[in-house]
């Protein structure tokens, strides 16, 4: 379960540059993955932690 928890994130992206790659050029997929990077980014920063620890958030 765990294996496949890891990998299919990893063939979906996977999935998606080679998409972006084939429809757009090289440089493109540079660019795709600075805005995912900046996506994630802006997700974990929702995330409040300000009030409990690391600890305390990831044992729920």
């Known amino acids: 379960m765990f294996v496949?928890?890891?990998q299919?994130?990893?063939a979906l992206g996977s999935l998606?540059?080679?998409?972006v790659v084939d429809h757009f050029r090289i440089a493109s997929t540079m660019h795709f993955g600075g805005l995912t990077a900046v996506l994630s980014l802006l997700v974990i920063m929702t995330?409040?932690?300000r009030r409990a620890s690391l600890k305390d958030v990831l044992d729920k």
Do not use: K, R
Not at 16 to 19: F, I, L, M, N, Q
């Open 4 to 6: 496949s928890t890891v």
């Open 8 to 10: 299919t994130p990893i």
């Open 47 to 49: 995330f409040s932690t």
């Open 16 to 19: 998606a540059s080679g998409t």
